[in-house]
Structure formats: structure tokens, C-alpha cells
């Protein structure tokens, strides 16, 4: 069983810049979250989806954006780039039971701005 | 917002050696995970912990969720050079309700020396 696939691993920008990034949950997970992993802030909850819709989000600004295909596969995009958003962004997925929530994470894609 | 407490921040130890680290946060927990995650890689699950009290292994891993619901730890036993990463409890709270967000701790990164 395949497991979480992000795309790109790694990826250099320019600051004023957008990007987009892409996750493919393992197969029967229907729910996504993503999460921003820094140096000096750690892991940090940005936002989740399932079933298209967000179901919740984290304290980011409004640059950082992201949806769900109805095949579970979830994009996040971040606009105009600032330099502190360089960071290891992960993925994770989860199915949907109630009393299930454990989260498998991909291996991440390293956005650098500069 | 919610926070996590993770110690110790770093560890060096003999290989052969037992490990433990903790979490403790201020507020109550439904579910922890204890992840590792290697350099360049996602986080890899571990142990996941559904019940206050529950203890859990996983070969020689051991994790409790605490009878509180304000704490987890993790025992590694008779290290190995492979257990040498960065370790991360994350908690799930009752308020994020059937919503996947995990808070996560700070890291503690286990050396081991041969």
C-alpha cells in the first residue's frame, strides 16, 4: 500500500512569488491536513480537508491557501512569498473513524524562497 | 493556544542504554501519537494512544497516555544506532472534535553513541 506522496521534494522560489504543492493521500484516506515544519517554530497546523471542504485551519495569514479533489488528492498554495516561508511543508493523512486519528505523513517538500 | 512541553530538548546516550522523554501540556488530550523523524524525511508514526492510562508497545518502544489526559511519555529500550532522530509527541484535543489538528511538541533529539 503506497503511502503519502508529496510533489515536488524540493522547490526554490522568489520572494512576490506563488506556489503550489501537492499531496496524494494513501488510498481510503479521506482526510488531509498540512502542516508547516520551521527551525524555530516546529510543526505547526496550517489547515484540513475532507471531503473538499476545509474543516479547519490554523493561525496563518490568508497567503496560505489550499483545496481537495474528490479523489482526496489536496493542493496548498502560498502567494506572494516572503522569505520566512521557507520551510518543510508535510501532509498527512487520515481515515475517517471516529475513534481513528492517526495521521501518516509524506516526506515533505523543502520550499526555499529567496 | 495549546501548548506542548516536550523534554528533554536533547539527548546523548550509550548505545545499549533505556531512553525515556516526556510531554505534558495544559490542556486535555483525547489522542497522543510519538512520531521520529530523520533528517530530510516526514515524520514516521510510532505508538498512538486513545485512552488515559493506556500503556502501548510497539518492539521496544513503550508510550502511556496519562491518566490525566495532560501527559504522554516514551521509553526506547536497549538503544540502537538506528533509534539516533528527532522525536515529536502530538496531542489531539477534544475541542478540534472529528477535525484532524495536531499540536505538537518541540522535538527531542536522541544521539547515540556507539
Given at each position: 500500500?503506497?503511502?503519502?506522496?508529496?510533489?515536488?521534494?524540493?522547490?526554490?522560489?522568489?520572494?512576490?512569488?506563488?506556489?503550489?504543492?501537492?499531496?496524494?493521500?494513501?488510498?481510503?484516506?479521506?482526510?488531509?491536513s498540512w502542516y508547516q515544519q520551521t527551525?524555530?517554530q516546529g510543526l505547526q497546523f496550517l489547515f484540513e480537508y475532507?471531503?473538499?471542504?476545509q474543516r479547519n485551519k490554523g493561525n496563518f495569514p490568508g497567503r496560505f491557501s489550499g483545496?481537495?479533489?474528490?479523489?482526496?488528492?489536496?493542493?496548498m498554495?502560498?502567494?506572494?512569498?516572503?522569505?520566512?516561508?521557507?520551510a518543510?511543508y508535510l501532509?498527512a493523512?487520515?481515515?475517517?473513524?471516529?475513534?481513528?486519528?492517526?495521521?501518516?505523513?509524506?516526506?515533505?517538500?523543502?520550499?526555499?524562497?529567496? | 493556544g495549546q501548548?506542548?512541553?516536550?523534554?528533554?530538548?536533547?539527548?546523548?546516550?550509550?548505545?545499549?542504554?533505556?531512553?525515556?522523554?516526556?510531554?505534558?501540556?495544559?490542556?486535555?488530550?483525547?489522542?497522543?501519537?510519538?512520531?521520529?523523524?530523520?533528517?530530510?524525511?516526514?515524520?514516521?508514526?510510532?505508538?498512538?494512544?486513545?485512552?488515559?492510562?493506556?500503556?502501548?508497545?510497539?518492539?521496544?518502544?513503550?508510550?502511556?497516555?496519562?491518566?490525566?489526559?495532560?501527559?504522554?511519555?516514551?521509553?526506547?529500550?536497549?538503544?540502537?544506532?538506528?533509534?539516533?532522530?528527532?522525536?515529536?509527541?502530538?496531542?489531539?484535543s477534544?475541542?478540534s472534535?472529528?477535525a484532524r489538528q495536531l499540536t505538537f511538541?518541540?522535538?527531542?533529539?536522541?544521539?547515540?553513541?556507539?
Amino acid at each position: 500500500k503506497a503511502g503519502v506522496t508529496q510533489t515536488p521534494r524540493y522547490l526554490i522560489k522568489t520572494r512576490g512569488q506563488q506556489v503550489t504543492l501537492s499531496c496524494s493521500p494513501i488510498s481510503g484516506h479521506r482526510s488531509v491536513s498540512w502542516y508547516q515544519q520551521t527551525p524555530g517554530q516546529g510543526l505547526q497546523f496550517l489547515f484540513e480537508y475532507f471531503s473538499e471542504t476545509q474543516r479547519n485551519k490554523g493561525n496563518f495569514p490568508g497567503r496560505f491557501s489550499g483545496r481537495q479533489f474528490s479523489n482526496s488528492r489536496s493542493e496548498m498554495n502560498v502567494s506572494t512569498l516572503e522569505l520566512g516561508d521557507s520551510a518543510l511543508y508535510l501532509c498527512a493523512s487520515s481515515r475517517q473513524k471516529t475513534s481513528d486519528t492517526e495521521a501518516f505523513f509524506g516526506q515533505g517538500t523543502r520550499l526555499t524562497v529567496v | 493556544g495549546q501548548q506542548l512541553n516536550q523534554s528533554p530538548q536533547s539527548m546523548f546516550i550509550q548505545e545499549g542504554e533505556d531512553v525515556s522523554m516526556n510531554c505534558t501540556s495544559s490542556s486535555i488530550f483525547n489522542t497522543w501519537l510519538w512520531y521520529k523523524q530523520d533528517p530530510g524525511e516526514g515524520p514516521v508514526l510510532l505508538i498512538a494512544l486513545y485512552k488515559a492510562g493506556e500503556l502501548t508497545s510497539n518492539g521496544r518502544l513503550t508510550a502511556q497516555f496519562g491518566i490525566t489526559r495532560k501527559d504522554s511519555f516514551l521509553n526506547i529500550s536497549a538503544s540502537i544506532p538506528s533509534d539516533v532522530g528527532i522525536y515529536f509527541c502530538a496531542g489531539q484535543s477534544l475541542s478540534s472534535g472529528s477535525a484532524r489538528q495536531l499540536t505538537f511538541g518541540s522535538g527531542t533529539q536522541l544521539t547515540v553513541l556507539p
